[in-house]
C-alpha cells in the first residue's frame, strides 16, 4: 500500500520567516496530494492540493510544489503568521483500491511573534 | 452546498460499553464516506471507508465496526470499549479521489 512520509515533526519559525514541510510517497501511481491544516482541537481543513499532471501551485502565501520523480512533495508557507500555527498533514492518494488518502504523520508549526 | 455534520462533540465512556458515533452529509449523493482516529497529539488513521450504501472496507482490525445504512449516513460502533479506543473521532466525505476530504467536526471519546 502507499506510505507517506512527513518531515519535520515540528518546526518552529519566526513570524514573516517561510516555511517549508516536505513529503515523500511510495506509490509512483498516486496522482492527487491534498494538505490539511488541523488547528488545536479542530477539524483538519483543507487548504491546498496538487495533481500530478502540475508541478506547482500557488495560493497566497501558500504553495506546494511536486516532484513525480522524486516522489517528493512540499508545502511552502511565506511571511509566516501567528495564526498559521497548527499541525499541517500531507496526503496522497492510492489509486489501487477505493478512493481513501494515506497520510503523513503531521508537522507542528508554531510562528513565534 | 455540502455539509458534514456528526455527533456527538464528546464523549465520555466506560471501558466495556458500547459506542453508537453518527455521521451524515448533506446536499450530495452517493458520497465516499471515512472514519478516522487521531490519538492524542498523533497523526490520522483510517479505519473504515464506505463507497456506497452496505460497503464497508475495514483498515484495522480491532473491536470497532462501521454501518452505512443510508447513502449519506456512516454510523461507527463498537459492542465492548476500550481503554485504547480514547480518541479524536473524524468522519470524512468526498466525491472520488480527485478530490480532497472534508472533515466533520469531531467526537471526542474517552474511555475511563
Known amino acids: 500500500g502507499e506510505n507517506v512520509e512527513q518531515h519535520p515533526s515540528t518546526l518552529s519559525v519566526q513570524e514573516g520567516d517561510s516555511a517549508v514541510i516536505k513529503c515523500t510517497y511510495s506509490?509512483?501511481?498516486?496522482?492527487?496530494f491534498p494538505w490539511y491544516k488541523q488547528e488545536l482541537g479542530k477539524r483538519p481543513q483543507l487548504i491546498i492540493d496538487i495533481r500530478s499532471n502540475v508541478g506547482e501551485k500557488k495560493d497566497q502565501r501558500i504553495a506546494v510544489t511536486l516532484n513525480k520523480t522524486a516522489k517528493h512533495f512540499s508545502l511552502h508557507i511565506t511571511e509566516t503568521q501567528p495564526e498559521d500555527s497548527a499541525v499541517y498533514f500531507c496526503a496522497a492518494s492510492w489509486t489501487n483500491t477505493g478512493n481513501q488518502f494515506y497520510f503523513g504523520t503531521g508537522t507542528s508549526l508554531t510562528v513565534i511573534p | 452546498s455540502q455539509t458534514i455534520h456528526q455527533w456527538p462533540a464528546t464523549l465520555v465512556q466506560p471501558v466495556g460499553s458500547p459506542l453508537s458515533l453518527e455521521c451524515t452529509v448533506e446536499g450530495t449523493s452517493n458520497p465516499n464516506l471515512y472514519w478516522y482516529r487521531q490519538a492524542a497529539g498523533r497523526g490520522l488513521q483510517l479505519l473504515f471507508y464506505?463507497?456506497?450504501?452496505?460497503?464497508i472496507s475495514s483498515e484495522v482490525p480491532q473491536n470497532l465496526s462501521a454501518s452505512r445504512p443510508q447513502d449519506r449516513q456512516f454510523i461507527l460502533s463498537s459492542k465492548k470499549l476500550l481503554l485504547s479506543d480514547s480518541g479524536f473521532y473524524l468522519c470524512?466525505?468526498?466525491?472520488?479521489?480527485?478530490?480532497?476530504?472534508?472533515f466533520g467536526s469531531g467526537t471526542r471519546l474517552t474511555v475511563v
Open positions: 464506505s463507497v456506497g450504501i452496505g460497503q
Open positions: 470524512a466525505w468526498n466525491r472520488d479521489r480527485k478530490y480532497g476530504y472534508t
Open positions: 506509490d509512483s501511481a498516486s496522482n492527487y
